[in-house]
């Protein structure tokens, strides 16, 4: 039997239901993999660290995290670590980076991902940030260190689009990307439509959980932004930054506008789209855009979905219904599967 351990930075709601898919599978990935999987380590910004290089209590450690808020200082695992003292120095196989996004710098993500990739180890990344500002530099080093970078849920989630183009598509050239890549702003697009008031339509989205205090990022386009960056570097090898992209929000869509469009027959959509240019260059334009009403990207019960155009198998399309936590957990849980697998060949 073969010891996994992970380090997880950041325990909201990614670690959480990473944690919960892993003590619901780890005798299972014993029986098929003979590997054990631990989580030795976990940082938290302000809410306490914990750390047992023979495995900590999950269970646990959610309860303390949702019932008291904190991890408990009494408690014989809790450390006194922050995020950067456990990747220098804990002991683990793999680290999580699940901190939250900083789109304009990356960091201290990306600090985390090049330490711990530095001392040898695996890493997967739910943080965009990282692999939208220092993709080619984070591959490069991984490569250079043999092992694995991965960052499944940076984009719709668990839905394996990274992945599949990965595992499923050798020798195919990406020449074009087209998706909805923000849930938030598909529901309020969508929302609009149906002709709910602005506050309403916020008050819904932060009950429902997938709404943060502050939505800037999602309504001026940079979290699109940031994910079709991730795409173009991850499946065009583009080497582009969030800066190289036409970025227009939905800020200055308004009801009328919506109204217009269905008039045309017409939804209306913040798009994000890369072409490779003639030239060979990759460019990225993420805008708000008028679909037909019978496309498949017009579809209301969709969360998100993603269209890859590519010279030997033609657009493959991938679609996501439902915005549940578990699929979040389940991008972290698949990176970590294929760690597993390519450790034990």
């Given amino acids: 039997?073969?010891?996994?351990?992970?380090?997880?930075?950041?325990?909201?709601?990614?670690?959480?239901?990473?944690?919960?898919?892993?003590?619901?599978?780890?005798?299972?990935?014993?029986?098929?993999?003979?590997?054990?999987?631990?989580?030795?380590?976990?940082?938290?910004?302000?809410?306490?660290?914990?750390?047992?290089?023979?495995?900590?209590?999950?269970?646990?450690?959610?309860r303390q995290i949702n019932d008291e808020g904190r991890f408990d200082v009494k408690y014989p695992d809790y450390s006194s670590m922050n995020a950067m003292e456990i990747v220098e120095?804990?002991?683990?196989?793999?680290?999580?980076?699940?901190?939250?996004?900083?789109?304009?710098?990356?960091?201290?993500?990306?600090?985390?991902?090049?330490?711990?990739?530095?001392?040898?180890?695996?890493?997967?990344?739910?943080?965009?940030?990282?692999?939208?500002r220092y993709y080619r530099e984070l591959k490069n080093l991984a490569s250079e260190k043999g092992v694995c970078l991965f960052f499944e849920t940076t984009v719709m989630a668990g839905t394996p689009l990274l992945n599949m183009a990965d595992e499923c598509l050798p020798y195919c050239k990406v020449d074009r990307i087209e998706g909805i890549l923000n849930a938030t702003t598909n529901y309020i697009l969508k929302e609009m439509a149906k002709g709910v008031p602005d506050d309403e339509i916020v008050r819904r989205g932060r009950e429902e959980g997938f709404m943060e205090a502050d939505i800037s990022m999602d309504t001026e386009g940079w979290d699109a932004t940031a994910k079709l960056?991730?795409?173009?570097?991850?499946?065009?090898?583009?080497?582009?930054?969030?800066?190289?992209?036409?970025?227009?929000?939905?800020?200055?869509v308004t009801a009328e506008d919506i109204e217009e469009a269905a008039e045309r027959g017409n939804v209306i959509k913040l798009m994000c789209v890369a072409q490779r240019n003639d030239d060979g260059t990759v460019s990225g334009k993420v805008a708000p855009a008028e679909i037909p009403a019978g496309d498949v990207f017009s579809d209301e019960n969709l969360v998100a979905v993603a269209s890859v155009y590519t010279d030997l198998m033609g657009k493959i399309t991938i679609l996501q219904y439902g915005l549940e936590t578990t699929q979040t957990g389940y991008g972290v849980f698949s990176d970590l599967i294929r760690i597993i697998k390519s450790i034990s060949k």
């Fill in 229 to 252: 960056t991730v795409l173009m570097n991850a499946l065009m090898d583009a080497d582009v930054t969030p800066d190289d992209i036409d970025r227009t929000g939905i800020g200055n």
């Fill in 1 to 62: 039997m073969k010891k996994i351990s992970v380090a997880l930075l950041g325990f909201g709601v990614a670690g959480q239901a990473f944690s919960r898919i892993l003590m619901k599978t780890r005798d299972d990935i014993l029986r098929d993999t003979g590997c054990d999987v631990i989580v030795t380590a976990i940082a938290t910004g302000s809410r306490g660290s914990l750390y047992n290089t023979r495995g900590l209590d999950l269970k646990e450690a959610m």
């Fill in 89 to 132: 120095s804990a002991d683990y196989d793999v680290i999580a980076e699940l901190t939250p996004l900083n789109i304009r710098t990356g960091l201290p993500a990306a600090d985390h991902i090049r330490r711990a990739l530095n001392r040898g180890k695996h890493v997967i990344s739910a943080n965009k940030g990282p692999v939208a």
